[in-house]
């Protein structure tokens, strides 16, 4: 997992709430045997709307996703990260989460910053008024910075070292080397391989 | 105080113990298939990881495979996708692979066991939930997530927090005609398909210790619908002879070595279960299934049940909706369910006494008009025994279809489905709404009911089959 500590990126303003896996990429995308390639199906439905946010030009290439409450509700899928990853977000910043999606986008390397919905709302007009604005998501001060803004969000200690050495699951346990290889070389002889014989 | 035998697995796999932290255990043994594994090897890839341990690392094809035309293309896309991604996989990763069409093919849990891979006191773990069927032997063996499956492949550990232990001691002698599955789909329905959550149960008794090695599998294989993480049964003479000279047994001193330390894996007489059931093995009797979970079910000689007869209000919801789906009505004897398919296979009854126990009913008889029988055996290993010993034969000839092995009408990811409103007698493992095939309805039985159900056309154990329902001949095999 990447690490992340400070991004800076433009925005774009997501004015719904309420807005679910299933939104976010939808269940025919779940047969794909990959964790990149969603990003087409990011937000499928809503993208057919050529007035989508997302679809402006003066979108293209902003790494911040700045949505309602409520954020990534509905189905535990994972791809709903990976799909947010693959289309460029660094970030998404909400008032509030589902808890899965939360806990899936950590994982990921995805940063999922709570901020009060007033904040929320005066970023949505900061880049509505010009989308050329850069935010910036500073993990190692906590804090969210824009054009005459500053906020400063929290993130429980263990979730944050992780992300900012990048450490996943496995990153953590390859911490162990040492010990896995100890334990290897006790094991006994008998035990099985799948070695061709 | 004593350890049991899950405990005593678990402390000998101990990488890693920290105050407050899951414990990292270390995997003997990982198995793989092409459904769960996908994104786990994408995982890797893309972090530029490898696969640790590839000599402790298998896959086979079981899924998706079709079990007639092997030869052809798989028709259906995503099928295939699936395979040749996990075919591309093994190759990149240095991974085992037994495709379809190789002699070790088969369900990832027959194949495991059948190559002497699956031992006592060994950890095992697969991207699937049946994997609990090793604990067969005294191994510790669960399901897990394709997340768990990318960590295991990079570092052939996992970080878990203990279960907890429950026995389950079966006592006296199991009557004749009654099975392994009868006892199993007995407990499941005494606890409940949520009566094992967060347990890993120990079988044990009498009449765990009589059975064979294969209907010790079927047992462990079940109990993942019972909730439990895993099932588990102390490794004996009969689980060592069974081992004996398999291709990845031990051999030689190591074989002694291994039996001295699989000795040791019993129960402490001292230890203490956090739960116990006790079960009396003379009063079962053929049990079936009437609902849409493995719960749901019955002795062959009852009825379906009313649900106002339920005191708890969301079992009583449950099995009226289980009885609207499966289109059964309260009271109807379940000897008078007629069924339009037979299936006989999967990773709980497709290995070789399930298909000598089916085919001893056939022996003689004919599926009954309008009743389509499949027979799939377990795995290559096990069709090419079943042929040598003739079964095969007793099978076309009775007017069943003999299939190539793989996972087929247990789950009907492949072409092998129920149509809607179609009904099985099925030696699966799940009952689910739409699990064998959209709208499609299924009883969970013993090989040898489902056998005595396909020549008679509705649910039914051999000892209804009287000797005048033997119309030929018995074959010449
Ligand atoms: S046979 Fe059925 S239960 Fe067993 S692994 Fe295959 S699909 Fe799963």
Redesign the pocket.
């Known amino acids: 997992m990447e690490a992340f500590t400070t991004h800076t990126g433009r925005a774009v303003p997501l004015r719904r709430s309420n807005v679910d896996t299933d939104q976010i990429i939808p269940a025919h995308w779940l047969k794909k045997v990959t964790r990149d390639g969603f990003e087409d199906g990011l937000f499928e439905a809503w993208r057919k709307d050529p007035e989508f946010v997302l679809n402006r030009p003066e979108r293209a290439g902003a790494s911040v996703l700045v949505a309602g409450p409520d954020f990534g509700t509905g189905s535990s899928r994972e791809h709903a990260v990976w799909a947010l990853q693959n289309y460029g977000f660094k970030a998404v910043v909400s008032s509030r989460f589902a808890d899965i999606f939360r806990g899936n986008s950590l994982k990921n390397g995805l940063l999922t910053v709570v901020l009060p919905q007033e904040t929320v709302e005066a970023l949505w007009e900061l880049t509505e008024n010009d989308p050329s604005v850069e935010v910036t998501v500073d993990l190692v001060a906590r804090e969210v910075r824009a054009e005459g803004l500053t906020a400063g969000f929290d993130l429980d200690e263990n979730a944050r070292w992780r992300l900012l050495e990048g450490l996943d699951d496995i990153g953590l346990t390859l911490r162990h080397e040492a010990d896995i290889a100890s334990y290897e070389a006790r094991r006994p002889a008998f035990k099985p391989s799948t070695a061709l014989i | 105080m004593g350890r049991t035998l899950a405990e005593k697995v678990w402390d000998d796999h101990v990488v890693t113990r920290a105050e407050g932290e899951p414990d990292l255990l270390f995997i003997d043994l990982h198995l793989l298939?092409e459904v769960t594994s996908p994104q786990a090897f994408d995982g890797l890839r893309k972090a530029g990881r490898t696969v640790r341990r590839t000599d402790l690392t298998i896959a086979t094809e079981?899924?998706n495979t079709p079990t007639l035309d092997i030869d052809k293309p798989i028709a259906d896309p995503v099928s295939r996708t699936q395979l040749e991604t996990l075919r591309r996989n093994c190759a990149e990763f240095g991974v085992r692979l037994h495709p379809l069409g190789d002699v070790e093919q088969g369900?990832?849990?027959v194949v495991g066991p059948q190559l002497g891979l699956t031992q006592p006191g060994t950890t095992v773990v697969c991207g699937?939930?049946?994997t609990s069927t090793h604990g067969a032997f005294g191994a510790l063996a669960f399901g897990i997530g394709t997340s768990q499956v990318e960590h295991v492949l990079a570092t052939q550990t996992l970080p878990l927090s203990p279960f907890r232990t429950m026995a389950i001691t079966v006592e006296g002698e199991l009557p004749e005609g009654v099975t392994a599955k009868d006892l199993i789909l007995a407990i499941i329905a005494r606890i409940g398909t949520g009566g094992g959550q967060g347990y890993v149960i120990e079988y044990r008794g009498s009449a765990i210790e009589n059975l064979s090695m294969e209907a010790r599998m079927t047992v462990c294989?079940m109990s993942i619908e019972a909730g439990a993480r895993a099932g588990m049964i102390a490794p004996d003479e009969t689980t060592f002879a069974y081992l004996k000279d398999r291709p990845h047994a031990p051999a030689g001193d190591d074989w002694d070595a291994a039996v001295a330390y699989w000795r040791t894996l019993r129960t402490d007489d001292d230890a203490v279960f956090d739960r116990e059931v006790v079960i009396d093995a003379t009063e079962l009797s053929p049990f079936v299934t009437w609902g849409t979970n493995p719960g749901q079910g019955a002795p062959l000689s009852s009825a379906v049940p009313d649900p106002a007869s339920y005191e708890d209000a969301s079992e009583r919801l449950a099995a009226e909706k289980a009885l609207e789906y499966m289109g059964l009505t309260a009271g109807q004897a379940l000897r008078d369910i007629r069924v339009d398919t037979v299936f006989v296979?999967?990773?709980?009854n497709?290995r070789i006494e399930d298909l000598r126990a089916a085919a001893s009913v056939l022996e003689g008889r004919d599926v009954a008009d309008g009743v389509r029988m499949l027979v799939v055996p377990?795995s290559v290993r096990v069709a090419l025994q079943a042929v040598e010993e003739g079964l095969d034969k007793v099978f076309t000839a009775a007017g069943a279809e003999w299939r190539h092995a793989?996972?087929?009408m247990?789950?009907g990811?492949n072409p092998d489905q129920l149509a809607p409103g179609e009904r099985s007698a099925s030696t699966?493992?799940?009952n689910f709404e739409g699990r064998q095939g959209k709208g499609g309805r299924t009883h969970l039985v013993s090989p040898q009911v489902a056998a005595a159900t396909a020549v008679l056309g509705h649910l039914a154990s051999p000892a209804d089959l009287s000797g005048a329902t033997a119309a030929r001949t018995p074959l010449e095999v």
């Open positions: 298939h079981d899924h369900v990832v849990h699937d939930s049946h294989n296979g999967s990773c709980t497709g377990g793989g996972c087929s247990c789950l990811m699966s493992n799940r």
